[in-house]
């Protein structure tokens, strides 16, 4: 500990002996009223008191070093999913296994190690122990676990990483993306059976989610056998109570996989519910997977989009295998030929018919001049939402009559463009078209570059701008891309071409295109629905619900002024798929918005009906339907996936085991070079006035001297 002054010391060799004078001074004369030993003490006292309250005007500071020993930490990642119970070894998963987890946990000496048990299915949950294990949770996701303790426990002091599975992922993306760059080691644990197990299912479905009414609607079931050297399987279709069609397949050894297809017009709007079923064969480890449930909304017609090009281009085949995937959309091209002339000629299509337009660099020149003011006029007379992605080649003048109705326009025109990296910003995650998860802008911010055109852009007061360029990773405030409503009339502006080259990333991340064609749907979702301006509505978060997933539903109550009113009593009426009503009611969370979340529903398809009330008068009512499906998704895949579990520690300098053979796991850990406590050295500086001590020593002095004083008389 060492000791400093804020003032200088030497102060002191001036204060010290005037402390001395002072307390003589007061003392000198009361000798024939004090014993001369109590005359001396007092002295001493007030010496004391005088000086102790020199040295805190001075700031005497106390400064010490404090060592902070941080044990080495191990994550312990156990998986809860109930596919580890649909195989051979569930009783050695429900007891035994527990019983050899709480031995290696035992292995760790809480004072020399920081061990830390995660249970995880499609949720990482912390804090848990062996004992609170049940393996009945639905769906698993490796990737978001290993991620999510990653960022935990950044900075910090982790030694190693264990993760406890059957290796079957369900959820998420492949596991061996997440531990990319991981400098910690992965030490896996293979708990399952990776023996074939004996037992029919249904593989997959292929259907559309979204269909449409008395349209033909196919649907592909791929049935599975493993374990049975022959088997017969009746494959049935059926929904509202009628058998849509049946059909039988013949699998063996040499043939384990079948594909059936079926096909079928719905007759009602809606949310409709399917069971697709397969017959069931003695022996079998679960039958579960037997039965499959899909939902199709089916809707009256289809969404036209008429999208008119410049010049053929990638990004239009991006937008074409976007809208592709996804029958509820209808795409018309119109693209240019020559300077005037189309491959196809709009002129042949009502313009009034298209739900949606989109221009790609487009208009090309004053040629086109016509067409962009048919444009004009549909969505100035019929309020028809457009989305513009400015390319190097569109010709801002020319475009300059629907600039009332964009969103960004320029300020000045230039030809020449730039490569730009699209910067979204943090607060489109407010937006309503926001559906993804938070690291979406993370992806989106990696992508490959867009061409840009170089005008001055700017966006209007009405325009939520959600993305700026990024030039050699220097953020600008330059405008990309932007959505804005004016008086009913909803635009899109993309400042930007070559976005194809997002969809392509998408695909390189994820192996998949959702990360793109997700935002796209939004987009044009968002564009061609009327705005809600009910004044009460209430509405569940999803129109489809997983099993075990909590249903949560939002109300929203406003006067003729559409101001929020706060309040209201909103009284919802459940109808459960056996006809049974349950009464709940919402909580307010804010003014004007209420909410209430309800759990453990079974499956099955619930209509809702909703009542506001203030002050006994009626506000609104509302009504819907939604629906719960069983998430069988765990008895889908029943064999352990042994190659994933190995490559994990493989590819993280970690090592691959059973979990029967854990005994020696703890002290493998333990030799870990990494497995060392971390120590750091903190300086803590404290002003005397701060310590309790000096106040009360002080205190203690001048009582004492008040005390002997009042007994001689001397006050």
């Not at 014993?35 to 002295?43: A, D, E, T």
């Not at 939004?522 to 997933?549: A, Q, Y």
């Amino acid at each position: 500990m060492n000791l400093s002054f804020n003032f200088s010391p030497y102060y002191l060799l001036l204060i010290l002996p005037l402390a001395g004078l002072l307390a003589w001074w007061m003392y000198r004369g009361t000798r024939e009223f004090l014993p001369r030993s109590w005359g001396m003490i007092l002295g001493a006292f007030r010496f004391l008191v005088l000086s102790i309250l020199a040295i805190l005007l001075l700031e005497l500071m106390l400064t010490s070093q404090k060592v902070i020993v941080y044990p080495p930490i191990v994550a312990l990642l156990q998986d809860n999913s109930e596919s580890l119970l649909i195989n051979k070894d569930s009783a050695y998963v429900k007891e035994e296994y527990k019983t050899q987890l709480k031995e290696f946990m035992g292995d760790f000496d809480p004072e020399s190690y920081s061990l830390n048990l995660f249970s995880f299915d499609r949720e990482l949950r912390p804090g848990i122990s062996p004992d609170s294990l049940d393996f009945n949770q639905t769906g698993t996701n490796i990737s978001k676990a290993i991620e999510e303790v990653g960022d935990l426990y950044q900075n910090q002091n982790l030694g190693a990483m264990v993760l406890i599975s059957d290796g079957i992922t369900t959820e998420g993306s492949n596991p061996l993306y997440a531990i990319s760059g991981m400098k910690q080691p992965v030490y896996t644990v293979l708990l399952g059976d990776t023996t074939p197990q004996r037992d029919l299912r249904i593989k997959n479905v292929l259907f559309n989610e979204i269909a449409y009414l008395k349209n033909e609607i196919p649907v592909k079931v791929m049935v599975q056998s493993t374990g049975f050297s022959n088997a017969d399987v009746t494959v049935t279709l059926s929904g509202h109570g009628k058998k849509l069609g049946q059909q039988r397949v013949k699998l063996n050894s040499n043939k384990q996989e079948e594909e059936v297809s079926f096909s079928f017009k719905p007759e009602e709007v809606g949310l409709q519910q399917y069971t697709i079923r397969i017959s069931r064969k003695e022996g079998e480890l679960t039958y579960l997977n037997n039965t499959r449930r899909i939902y199709i909304n089916v809707l009256e017609t289809q969404v036209k989009i008429a999208l008119f090009a410049g010049s053929p281009h990638p990004d239009l085949g991006a937008l074409k295998q976007a809208f592709e995937r996804d029958n509820s959309y209808e795409l018309t091209q119109f693209v240019l030929k020559s300077r005037g002339n189309f491959y196809v000629n709009p002129s042949n299509f009502p313009l009034e018919d298209f739900d949606l337009i989109i221009l790609h660099n487009f208009p090309q020149s004053n040629a086109d001049a016509a067409m962009v003011d048919k444009i004009l006029q549909e969505v100035k007379n019929n309020k028809k939402p457009i989305m513009h992605f400015i390319g190097a080649f569109t010709d801002l003048r020319t475009i300059s009559p629907l600039y009332e109705y964009m969103g960004i326009t320029p300020r000045d025109f230039t030809g020449r463009s730039e490569e730009v990296i699209p910067n979204f910003l943090s607060k489109y995650k407010d937006h309503s078209t926001y559906t993804f998860a938070p690291t979406w802008i993370n992806w989106a911010n990696a992508s490959p570059p867009l061409i840009r055109n170089q005008s001055n852009w700017q966006a209007k007061q009405t325009t939520e701008l959600f993305a700026t360029a990024k030039i050699k990773n220097v953020e600008l405030d330059y405008p990309v891309f932007g959505i804005q409503n004016q008086l009913g009339r909803k635009n899109m502006v993309f400042l930007g071409e070559n976005f194809w080259r997002m969809r392509a990333h998408s695909f390189v991340e994820t192996e998949e295109f959702e990360n793109f064609d997700g935002w796209l749907f939004n987009m044009v979702k968002w564009l061609i629905v009327n705005d809600d301006k009910r004044r009460f509505k209430v509405i569940p978060s999803k129109k489809i619900f997983s099993g075990g997933e909590p249903v949560i539903f939002r109300g929203q109550a406003y006067n003729d002024s559409y101001n929020a009113i706060s309040g209201v009593d909103i009284k919802l009426q459940l109808t459960n798929p056996a006809g049974n009503v349950d009464d709940y009611f919402l909580n307010e969370s804010s003014n004007g918005q209420y909410f209430i979340e309800l759990n453990k529903l079974e499956e099955g398809t619930y209509r809702y009906k909703a009542e506001g009330r203030k002050d006994n008068i009626r506000i609104g009512q509302d009504q819907g339907q939604f629906s719960i499906g069983r998430s069988n998704v765990e008895h889908f895949r029943l064999r352990a996936d042994r190659e994933l579990m190995q490559q994990v520690a493989l590819r993280t300098g970690g090592e691959f085991i059973h979990a029967r053979d854990m005994g020696d796991l703890a002290q493998k850990l333990k030799d870990l070079p990494a497995m060392k406590p971390v120590r750091d050295y903190k300086k803590e500086r404290a002003g005397l006035n701060e310590f309790f001590w000096p106040m009360m020593l002080l205190l203690l002095l001048l009582s004492i001297e008040w005390v002997v004083r009042k007994l001689y008389s001397l006050l």
